[in-house]
């Protein structure tokens, strides 16, 4: 967990006795979804050079550019 969040207290769910186990299951995946623990976790599988981050960063940006190039391209 990086110095900078905080995933409330790690993520849990009180479950009581008698609800259906599948529901519970569905919202504790929708509050780690939210929270954002797997796409941390994901990152730090492996070092990223800053330069590769800088170029993965640069890339993420381009692509959302020109799609709202082309959304604003269809529109008119």
């Known amino acids: ?3 900078n969040q905080n995933y409330s207290s790690l993520t849990g769910i009180a479950v009581e006795v008698g609800n259906n186990f599948n529901s519970a299951l569905r919202k504790f995946k929708r509050k780690v979804d939210n929270s954002g623990i797997l796409i941390d ?3 730090r599988q ?3 050079k800053p330069s590769e981050r800088r170029k993965r960063e640069k890339a993420t940006a381009r692509a959302r550019w020109l799609k709202k190039q082309k959304t604003l391209k269809s529109l008119s």
């Open 1 to 3: 967990m990086s110095k």
């Open 46 to 48: 492996r070092y990223e």
């Open 41 to 43: 976790y994901v990152k």
